[in-house]
């Protein structure tokens, strides 16, 4: 049986979102790459681009057969939406406050199991 996303219009869309969502699953990994940075020096905002630019979580039915290939990744994208639409608006003013806000454990977990919708999570390769 192929991998998932085989037959994919856009396949590289998939293996960066894949690469995104390994990063928003990973609390020890945005420490040290998210909440050390100065101000506006983060790749959290290349991450939020990549999300509005690829429209995965704003409108992930109409990116079947594109970047997603079933209605779990589809349901996973619309739940790491609302988690992110959440801690996003709220009051938080920098990328340390955001991913320690508490909210953001819900945004931790709404990618981790995105990740195992799309049969991509660590330890399922």
Same mark, same amino acid.
């Given at each position: 049986?192929?991998?998932?996303?085989?037959?994919?219009?856009?396949?590289?869309?998939?293996?960066? *979102?894949?690469?995104? *969502?390994?990063? *928003?699953?990973?609390?020890?990994?945005?420490?040290?790459?998210?909440?050390?940075?100065?101000?506006? #020096?983060?790749?959290?905002?290349?991450?939020?681009?990549?999300?509005?630019?690829?429209?995965?979580? #704003?409108?992930?039915?109409?990116?079947?057969?594109?970047?997603?290939?079933?209605?779990?990744?589809?349901?996973?994208?619309?739940? *790491?939406?609302?988690?992110?639409?959440?801690?996003?608006?709220?009051?938080?003013?920098?990328?340390?406050?955001?991913?320690?806000?508490?909210?953001?454990?819900?945004?931790?977990?709404?990618?981790?199991?995105?990740?195992?919708?799309?049969?991509?999570?660590?330890?399922?390769?």
């Amino acid at each position: 049986m192929p991998p998932k996303g085989h037959d994919l219009q856009t396949p590289w869309i998939r293996s960066q *979102l894949i690469d995104w *969502l390994v990063k *928003l699953s990973d609390r020890e990994w945005q420490e040290e790459n998210w909440a050390s940075q100065a101000p506006g #020096a983060s790749d959290l905002d290349e991450a939020l681009d990549f999300f509005d630019d690829s429209g995965v979580l #704003a409108e992930p039915t109409g990116r079947l057969g594109y970047v997603l290939v079933d209605d779990e990744e589809v349901s996973a994208m619309a739940a *790491l939406n609302s988690s992110l639409d959440s801690v996003l608006s709220s009051s938080v003013s920098s990328d340390a406050e955001m991913i320690h806000s508490q909210g953001w454990g819900d945004v931790v977990a709404a990618a981790r199991e995105a990740l195992k919708a799309m049969g991509d999570a660590p330890g399922e390769r």
